[in-house]
């Protein structure tokens, strides 16, 4: 009974912190109300932006409802111009894109939040219905880029939680340029082999908060560009996938850095990589320090740990150059499990700016259940605990 109660009352903070004010005194906007048609065939992209548009000109909290169903939004469409600053988008449904990839193929997002402050996603299932796409890209034809499934721009005080993305024709979320945004129970799913469909993706935002998020994808689970600063992420599972990568950076010369970024508690599962830092192979002013990977658990992963300076696909515009981004101050603390080739930690750092004060504090990866083993290049640091492979810092 004890138990019960401490979980009733957890409940009910949790509710509090994130729902921060009483949404049964909502106005709520039902989409079918505006036209919507739960059919799976109707384009309903313009009764999701009437009822936007209700809910933003309201002066109290307003919800944005889609009940139960399949709605097709068959174009890129862009929720913005809101002066309401505490609408909720609750999707009890599952809403899809055409599924002609060319339709939504060539533009940036298929759905985006722009310059809006304090608005929450709750739930729902959006199917990018990518596979089209990604048998295009994989035959080698000349295809669209694709779109990112749901993308967040110039926005502030967000709330995305229970979301599932599914087949992304391209990126799956997109945090670009944000403040204080909150991804909370967001569930990822791709093929392991659909090209560039990156679970969440990070960039010029600070102050995101990413927690028991579970990802498969074909491309990174989590990956952060530059001008990210102050993120966390926890409880995160990934695999399939290309693992949590910091980067690439250092594409350009003139580049934001990265810094103040925390993973902790995270499981990777058959994954290309833990967590790895990479930049290109070519001058640049960028950054990445003051990182943290702490109580990770690998299972079967092919680089465990592993900063890559030398990244140059396809040797195009890199080949003969070093990286000009200055990786320091990273701490990987108690990381353990398998590794699935030889060199569990690689630290392939740059020439001209090598790694400083990386720290490595109880570490033991195994392979095939032997030692592993290390590999560094222009990296300095220290140990402490415990440290399998042995460290060659």
């Known amino acids: 009974m004890g138990f019960r109660f401490n979980s009733m009352i957890l409940s009910f903070v949790l509710v509090t912190l994130l729902y921060p004010y009483d949404q049964a005194a909502a106005a709520t906007y039902n989409v079918v109300n505006f036209g919507a048609k739960a059919d ?6 313009k009764a999701f932006l009437s009822a936007w548009a209700a809910a933003c000109a309201a002066s109290s909290p307003a919800t944005v409802y889609a009940p139960p169903g ?9 929720f913005s111009d809101c002066k309401n600053h505490a609408v909720t988008f609750r999707i009890d449904a599952t809403v899809v894109a055409p599924a002609d990839y060319g339709v939504i193929g060539h533009a940036a997002n298929w759905i ?12 729902g299932v959006l199917d990018g219905q990518g596979t089209g796409l990604w048998a295009c890209k994989n035959s080698g034809k000349n295809c669209p880029s694709g779109a990112t499934t749901l993308g967040v721009t110039g926005s502030n005080n967000i709330l ?63 990956s952060i560009g530059p001008g990210a600063a102050n993120l966390w992420m926890e409880n995160i599972a990934c695999g399939p996938g290309h693992g949590i990568s910091i980067g690439s950076l250092g594409k350009d010369l003139n580049e934001e850095g990265v810094q103040n970024v925390t993973v902790t508690t995270a499981t990777f599962t058959g994954t290309q990589n833990g ?29 465990p740990i592993f900063i890559d300076q030398n990244y140059c696909p396809n040797n195009n515009h ?18 353990h499990g398998t590794s699935a080739t030889e060199v569990a930690v690689n630290f392939d750092c740059s020439s001209k700016n090598p790694c400083s004060r990386i720290k490595l504090q109880d570490v033991k990866l195994t392979y095939k259940n032997k030692v592993a083993e ?11 605990g415990s440290i399998q492979p042995a460290s060659c810092l």
């Open 40 to 45: 799976g065939k109707t384009n309903s992209g």
């Open 70 to 78: 399949r709605y097709l939004i068959g174009n890129a469409i862009t």
């Open 112 to 123: 985006e939040f722009k310059d809006v402050t304090g608005v929450s996603v709750l739930g």
């Open 160 to 222: 995305i939680s229970g979301l599932t993305s599914l087949n992304s024709q391209m990126f799956h979320i997109v945090i670009n340029g944000c403040e204080n945004v909150k991804l909370h129970g967001v569930r990822v799913s791709a093929s392991g082999n659909s090209p560039n469909t990156d679970g969440i993706h990070v960039q010029l935002s600070s102050g995101v908060t990413i927690v028991d998020t579970k990802i498969k994808t074909g491309d990174d689970c989590i």
């Open 275 to 303: 967590v790895r830092i990479k930049s290109w192979a070519r001058a640049s002013n960028g950054f990445a320090r003051d990182i943290r990977f702490q109580h990770i658990a690998m299972v079967n992963v092919q680089n």
């Open 318 to 335: 890199c080949p003969d150059q070093v990286s000009g981004v200055k990786v320091s101050d990273v701490t990987y603390q108690d990381i």
């Open 374 to 384: 290390a590999s560094c290049a222009n990296a300095d640091g220290t140990t402490v």
